[in-house]
């Protein structure tokens, strides 16, 4: 009998708890950002056509080309709150990945690490999407792709 108790009362803990564990999943916006060679899509407001077979072929066109890209790219504003960035590979034929992290973070800071934001992975196949959630306080941000040498596109979240 003493069994049976406490087996309703884990069941009636999970009953409880699970609500609370997926809450912030629920009420999160999701923002889409697609990849291509070179360059999320979004921010730049169309596909500027690079050709990559590799992260070499992207550094060279991001070496050349970023700086003026970013001066015309559209910086994303948001409210803060919870957000999941579903972030897909449209047709790169090396996996991908994002990243996305405060402006001023420097992943080489141990302590960054754990006072600063900043959500990353890997594994984009082509024609793969892959969810993101974080949860954005006012700031600064960037957000990019190492694997793919996107430019450090710029997030402002306000209040």
Same mark, same amino acid.
């Given at each position: ?41 979004? *921010?730049?407001? =169309?596909?500027?056509?690079? &050709? ?10 991001? #070496?050349?080309? %970023? ?42 800071? *141990?302590?960054? =690490?754990?006072?600063?934001? &900043? ?10 999407? #892959?969810?993101? %959630? ?26």
């Amino acid at each position: 009998m003493a069994y049976h108790r406490h087996f309703e009362f884990i069941i009636a803990a999970v009953i409880l708890i699970t609500p609370l564990m997926i809450r912030p999943a629920m009420g999160a916006q999701v923002i889409e950002l697609t990849q291509t060679p070179c360059q999320f899509l979004e *921010p730049e407001g =169309k596909n500027l056509g690079f &050709s990559s077979t590799k992260k070499a072929d992207c550094v060279a066109i991001n #070496k050349k080309t %970023a700086k003026d890209r970013l001066v015309k790219a559209t910086v994303l504003t948001l409210k803060s709150g919870e957000y999941i960035f579903r972030v897909k590979n449209k047709d790169v034929s090396y996996p991908l990945g994002f990243w996305l992290r405060e402006f001023d973070y420097d992943w080489r800071n *141990p302590i960054h =690490k754990l006072t600063k934001i &900043s959500i990353s992975g890997g594994g984009l196949k082509t024609g793969v999407s #892959k969810d993101y %959630a974080v949860k954005l306080e006012p700031g600064e941000y960037l957000y990019s792709c190492p694997l793919n040498t996107t430019p450090d596109y710029r997030l402002v979240v306000t209040e």
